[in-house]
């Protein structure tokens, strides 16, 4: 691989004339690239994912050999590896150009905030705000891999991340060992569709939909927040039906005093965010030129106050107690880690406020995330009266360490979007996206339901085994177009983020669904149990989210998109949010207590009512 490489920038004018006449030994090395990216694929993404490179391979060497419609004339070899090797639509196509300006950023950041001890201090603050109820850890699952979700771009790096403490501390509570992996994989499966990161698909999306990355991020938050609070709602009925107790003791609060504390909290943080928001802005608009350096001045003292709060607070503890966890106070646990929201809260504030590139948003991101890995040790020290001796050698190390997590991570993804690149070749190469539409048309027989869920199911199948970025990149080359064109047929203009958004939904969903789920894989191997009937219970979990692009295909205000007043959010989001409750409860069989059969049905009922 770096041998091509080095033979394409040795003299890349020279070689890009040469596009359309390759010389013998432009073809040789693409061969050799070509061989070397399916090894390099074989030792990352297995075996899956090779064959179905094989598979498109194959179509183009030998069309006229494959049945029916995807018959086609064979394309020459020495045509097929210059596609790939020497113009941009294979391997160093889109998708790997969107690697390398945007995924390799992002990953640095992810993997240099969890060097923080961020991991850390998400999964004590889930554990001190849900740690105390009915079915608590599994309320800690959820909302730890939704924290870690945001920055992270890979489901089984959440399952293990998450799951190695969560899994144990549900199977303690009583879930049992197949619901406590079906939970964690859900979970983190979700963190996926959860913006800013989305698992890196994002900025794919800006790419291929060709709208700003904060309309990406406004058109996907209502329904991954609505997957989220479906979740919550699920495994809560589930500590209901098993009757759990808490595992973490305390004393009992009447609801007077609970909502008062929770509108506190809320309503604290809701001011407190709107407080900074109006700050920044006002800053800018009134020193101009200069207001980079005052921001800059105000986060640095933000930074300092924060340092100071956690300097005052004991430390986290380095890891959770499966067998005896410790009971953690809510305001404590979020003082004792406030610092390590500022470089979360800036790549926000690149992204979405003053809408930046998506790489210059990171840059910024991981800038200030240096700035805390050297400091925050050294600074709390001094605060706390305590010699800085050793501190800054060991905030070093970190950034060092960070860097290199993050370069080997991007190696997987790296190696995935330079193989679905060989598929992004090949299929504009034959044409065989036309051939999907044909098929998925002539077997839905012009039904546009039917249409959906044959793209569903073909999407599942093409996403197993396959990790989220990937997933996306093959999800979406074949069956976006479909689902443009046949909607277009029927009637429905549907727009491009919501078919993109559908694809990618179903194309995670193949994580979860055996044989192939891997995160059901991750999650059944730390919990010890089957990962067959996990990964089933996985799916019947995931319907929730599963109903949600089928809805938001239909009803894009969903997407939050043709939304006209501040009423019409609010009804959106407002009944959304309560169908999604009920769809929980029908699907579960619970609600007040357990359903009938027919009770389910009326239920379901109202789901659909409500988000119609």
Not at 242 to 267: E, V
Not at 348 to 362: D, F, T
Not at 502 to 516: I, K, S
Request: proline share 5%; hydrophobic share 55%.
């Amino acid at each position: 691989l770096f041998g091509g490489l080095v033979y394409v920038l040795n003299d890349y004018d020279e070689f890009a004339r040469r596009i359309g006449y390759p010389m013998p030994a432009d073809l040789g090395w693409g061969l050799v690239y070509l061989i070397a990216t399916l090894e390099a694929t074989r030792r990352f993404l297995g075996w899956p994912m090779i064959l179905i490179i094989c598979v498109f391979l194959a179509q183009a060497l030998f069309g006229q050999h494959f049945p029916w419609v995807f018959s086609a004339p064979p394309v020459r070899w020495q045509t097929l590896v210059e596609i790939l090797f020497m113009q941009d639509q294979g391997l160093f196509g889109p998708t790997t150009a969107v690697a390398a300006t945007y995924l390799m950023l992002f990953l640095m950041f992810g993997s240099m905030l969890i060097r923080t001890g961020a991991m850390q201090f998400f999964q004590d603050v889930s554990l001190a705000i849900m740690g105390r109820r009915p079915g608590g850890p599994a309320h800690v699952a959820v909302m730890s891999s939704a924290l870690l979700g945001t920055a992270s771009g890979s489901v089984v790096g959440n399952v293990a991340g998450t799951g190695s403490f969560t899994i144990p501390l549900m199977k303690k509570a009583g879930y049992g060992g197949v619901k406590a992996g079906a939970i964690e994989t859900m979970s983190s499966v979700d963190g996926q569709i959860m913006p800013p990161v989305m698992g890196a698909a994002a900025f794919l999306m800006v790419e291929y939909v060709g709208v700003p990355y904060s309309e990406i991020v406004r058109n996907a938050i209502l329904p991954a927040t609505l997957s989220y609070i479906g979740l919550f709602y699920i495994v809560h009925l589930e500590a209901l039906k098993l009757g759990m107790q808490p595992i973490l003791q305390r004393q009992p609060r009447n609801f007077r005093d609970a909502a008062i504390r929770t509108g506190l909290g809320l309503s604290g943080t809701i001011v407190v965010v709107g407080l900074l928001y109006y700050l920044l802005a006002g800053v800018k608009a009134a020193f101009g030129g200069a207001a980079a350096y005052v921001a800059g001045a105000v986060v640095a003292a933000l930074y300092v106050g924060a340092a100071w709060m956690a300097a005052k607070c004991p430390d986290l503890p380095d890891d959770i107690d499966i067998e005896q966890p410790r009971a953690l106070e809510t305001w404590p646990a979020v003082k004792a880690g406030l610092h390590f929201l500022l470089p979360i809260g800036m790549l926000i504030w690149c992204l979405m406020v003053e809408e930046m590139s998506p790489s210059l948003s990171a840059f910024w991101a991981i800038v200030a995330l240096v700035g805390l890995m050297l400091t925050q040790r050294p600074l709390i020290a001094a605060f706390r009266g305590m010699p800085a001796r050793g501190t800054w050698a060991a905030g070093f190390r970190d950034v060092v360490h960070g860097l290199a997590d993050g370069s080997r991570n991007m190696i997987g993804i790296g190696v995935a979007t330079a193989a679905a690149g060989i598929i992004v070749g090949t299929v504009s190469l034959t044409g065989v996206g036309l051939v999907m539409t044909e098929v998925v048309e002539l077997l839905s027989g012009g039904n546009l339901m039917l249409m959906l869920v044959l793209v569903a199911f073909i999407s599942l199948v093409l996403g197993m085994g396959l990790p989220t970025t990937a997933n996306y990149i093959v999800v979406s080359t074949l069956m976006a177009p479909v689902v443009v064109e046949l909607g277009a047929q029927s009637g429905l203009l549907v727009p491009l983020i919501a078919v993109h958004l559908f694809v990618f939904y179903f194309g995670l969903m193949a994580d979860v669904t055996p044989p192939v789920g891997l995160a059901s894989f991750a999650a059944a191997a730390i919990a010890r149990t089957d990962p067959i009937k996990t990964g089933i219970t996985a799916f019947y979990y995931s319907m929730r989210t599963a109903i949600l692009p089928f809805l938001f295909i239909f009803n894009t205000q969903l997407l939050l998109i043709g939304i006209d007043s501040a009423w019409h959010l609010f009804l959106t989001v407002s009944s959304a949010i309560v169908a999604m409750l009920i769809f929980a409860a029908g699907t579960q069989g619970y609600f007040l207590v357990r359903s009938r059969w027919y009770e389910s049905i009326a239920l379901l009922l109202v789901t659909f009512t409500l988000f119609r």
